[in-house]
Each structure stands twice: as C-alpha cells, then as structure tokens.
C-alpha cells in the first residue's frame, strides 16, 4: 500500500507541474515584451491587482488540472482524486510560482529577487492558511502562525522596496546568468513542495511543504548575494539564510518524529518524542492570537 501511495504522490506532482509548465509564458516572449518597453517597468503592484490577475491564470489551470481528471485515480487503480486540500495546496502552489516567474523575467538582479521573493512570501501565507484550516497538530499551528508573521513583516520591506525601485529598461550582462540560476533553484522546489503537500496527513503536508518552502528562499538568497548590490536587498537576503536556520530543524525534527502515514495514523509515535519536540518549538516561536491574513 505504501509503494502504491508513493506511486501516487509522483503521479500528482508530475501532472500538477506539466499544467503549471503549460501556462508559463516563455522566456523569449518576457525578453521581448520588455526589450521594446518604451520605459522602464516598475515592478511594484499592488496586492490585489497581482492577486486578482494571477488568481484568474490559477483557477484556469486549476479547473484543467481536475476537470481533465488528471488525478492519482487515473494513474494509479483505487486511488481518489484530489482532496480540498489538495486542491488548495495545488491552487496556492500554482499561484505562488506564476507570481514568482513574474520577478524572475526583471532585468535588473535586485529588482528579480525583490519579486521573487515576495511571490514566494504570498505563497508562505497560503501554506500558513491551509495549515490552520486543516491541521491539528498544536506545535505546526504555533509555527504556522508564528511564520505567517515573519513573512508578512519580510513581504512589508519587498514592497516599500520595490515602491521606490525601477527595473533596467535593458538586459545586464548578468541578467541571462540570474534568470538561469532562478530558474535551475525555483523549479525543484516547486516540485518538492507539490509533492510534499500530497501527504493526506494536513499537518505532514504543511511541514513537508514549508520545509522545502524554506530551501528555495535560501537558495534565492544566495543568488541575491551573488549577483545583487542593493544593500538593502543583500541584507535581506543574508536575513533569511540566517533567520531560517533554527525553524528549519525544528521542522526536520518534527518530521522526523513523524516518518509514515502509518505511524502517525495509527498513533504509535512515541508520546515522550513528540512532547519533547513540541516544547522545543514552543521555546524558539511564541503562540500568537492572530492568525494572518489570507
């Protein structure tokens, strides 16, 4: 049954990511676009507009990716289709790396990892959202709520940054090299995030996801630092390679306290184990009586 539903989560996240690749605007046609801009673009919108837009592309391939019946019960016998979460971790994933793609055709290396970072800060909210809709488990709702704060603060910064910052009217001679690089980082994490959220479990989905969530903003960071002068964004960047670090364990402790549907499902964990790992959480991220914005 185990190899069946690993089957299934591979078949999942290879469909999710063909439909996702199928409404991606081409890189030509983003260099195009741009190259015969008269100005230069600012690439400060404003939340609802970036969210109303992006929203339409998402519910389209979101309704292409049910509506065609591209689910594990076509690939695998027995399997059922998409849960509601599933389905709203597939919208949210989508939506995140639409908006992504967005910052990552900028010319100007500052500029891409400002909107970049902040569509992958959009997505961190929705992860955070759908936890404290389906999960249960006390110690990944402290962490949602407690991350959901963080990246709303971050996401604070990105726009009052990219309020007063021009993209280049022109390609640099590094801009072919930091396409490339995001490119090459933001597609596995995607995927793993794609495939992590099939767990039926809500609170393994959420610290699976999250946890490569986290992989790929480092990852992001570090090209920022490669390429970018910005001060302010340099800051930022070596902030969230820093700042990740301890949540980061938390979460791969936590998982590890959790290796399998069965064990969980079945509550054979070991109950010393998992308070352990609870306090530890509790010590490093302090409850919080808001919940973040949708």
Same mark, same amino acid.
């Given at each position: 049954m185990i190899s069946r539903y690993r089957l299934a989560l591979v078949a999942i996240s290879t469909c999710a990511t063909l439909v996702v690749s199928a409404c991606q605007p081409t890189t030509s046609s983003v260099e195009t676009t741009e190259a015969t801009a008269a100005e230069p673009?600012?690439?400060?919108?404003?939340?609802?507009?970036?969210?109303t837009a992006t929203e339409?592309?998402?519910?389209?391939?979101?309704?292409?990716?049910?509506?065609?019946?591209?689910?594990?019960?076509?690939?695998?016998?027995?399997q059922a289709p998409l849960t509601d979460m599933g389905k709203d971790y597939t919208k949210s994933l989508t939506r995140m790396y639409d908006e992504m793609k967005i910052g990552m055709g900028y010319n100007d290396p500052d500029a891409t990892f400002a909107k970049a970072m902040l569509g992958h800060h959009r997505g961190a909210l929705d992860l955070v959202t759908i936890e404290l809709k389906?999960?249960?488990?006390?110690?990944?709702?402290?962490?949602?709520?407690?991350? $959901? @704060?963080?990246?709303? =603060? +971050?996401?604070?910064?990105?726009?009052?940054?990219?309020?007063?910052?021009?993209?280049?009217?022109k390609p640099k001679l590094e801009t072919a090299f930091v396409q490339q690089d995001y490119k090459d980082s933001t597609q596995p994490m995607y995927?793993?995030?794609?495939l992590a959220s099939t767990d039926p479990i809500a609170d393994l989905a959420f610290a699976r996801s999250m946890l490569a969530h986290y992989v790929g903003a480092a990852d992001m960071a570090m090209i920022e630092m490669?390429?970018?002068t910005d001060?302010?964004?340099?800051?930022?960047?070596?902030?969230?390679?820093?700042?990740?670090?301890?949540?980061?364990?938390?979460?791969?402790q936590w998982i590890a306290m959790h290796p399998s549907?069965?064990?969980?499902?079945? $509550? @054979?964990?070991?109950? =010393? +184990?998992?308070?352990?790992?609870?306090?530890?959480i509790k010590k490093t991220v302090p409850a919080t009586k808001t919940k973040p914005a949708a």
């Open positions: 673009v600012k690439p400060s919108i404003s939340t609802d507009e970036a969210t339409v592309e998402v519910e389209a391939s979101t309704e292409a990716y049910t509506d065609n019946n591209i689910s594990a019960s076509d690939m695998v016998a027995d389906y999960g249960d488990d006390a110690s990944m709702q402290e962490l949602a709520q407690r991350i $959901g @704060d963080e990246q709303q =603060a +971050e996401m604070a910064i990105i726009n009052k940054w990219l309020a007063s910052h021009l993209d280049a009217a995927d793993q995030m794609m490669k390429y970018g001060e302010d964004m340099l800051a930022l960047a070596r902030a969230i390679i820093d700042e990740q670090q301890p949540t980061k364990k938390m979460l791969q549907i069965e064990t969980v499902s079945n $509550g @054979d964990l070991n109950s =010393a +184990e998992s308070t352990a790992v609870a306090e530890a």
